[in-house]
């Protein structure tokens, strides 16, 4: 999503060198074709997983955290029995998108596909808009995103090596 006189919001990458940035833009622009939304600050990426059930769900969110541990970089996310929304973004050197959100979000895509992600009409699904039970309920799971985003802007991926 490259923004411009319609409105829509530009991603703001974080990358070393103009060749990272160029990579990373690509990237976003990639999963945004998909299912995943640009927030309105352009400062990550989101998305909601919904499972045939919780086994399933905290099947998938376990084998994320695996992958976050690895590559020493976690999401904004919460869950409510099926549903798992998740927010990739970066705080240290950002806040914006880097290759590790890139890459996490795309891994995400492929373990919901390999846990059995249920179809969703709307390919882009925001916190905003799963109704899990009554509304207020998937107002909660925005509001806690944004909580945990808020929490002191934490240095969330530690350093890049260099």
């Known amino acids: ?5 319609d409105g829509s919001q530009k991603p703001h990458i974080v990358a070393k060198t103009e060749a990272d940035g160029e990579t990373v833009r690509l990237g976003v622009e990639r999963l945004l074709s998909g299912h995943w939304s640009l927030t309105a600050d352009g400062q990550a990426i989101e998305r909601a997983f919904k499972f045939k059930n ?5 099947d998938f969110m376990t084998s994320v955290a695996l992958q976050c541990k690895l590559k020493n970089h976690h999401p904004e996310w919460s869950n409510v029995y099926t549903t ?5 973004t970066t705080h ?5 998108l880097t290759h590790k959100d890139v890459e996490l979000a795309g ?9 059995g992600e249920l ?3 709307d390919k882009k699904t925001t916190a905003s808009e799963i ?3 009554p509304t207020s309920e998937a107002s909660t799971l925005q509001s806690l995103a944004n ?16």
């Open 1 to 5: 999503m490259s923004g411009g006189s």
């Open 84 to 88: 798992t929304y998740i927010r990739w």
């Open 54 to 58: 919780f086994t399933k769900t905290w």
């Open 131 to 133: 109704q899990p039970q």
């Open 107 to 115: 891994l995400c895509d492929e373990l919901g596909r390999a846990f």
């Open 147 to 162: 909580s945990a985003a808020d929490v002191g802007a934490c240095d969330c991926s530690g350093p890049e090596p260099v």
């Open 92 to 96: 240290h050197n950002g806040p914006g």
């Open 119 to 121: 179809a969703v009409e």
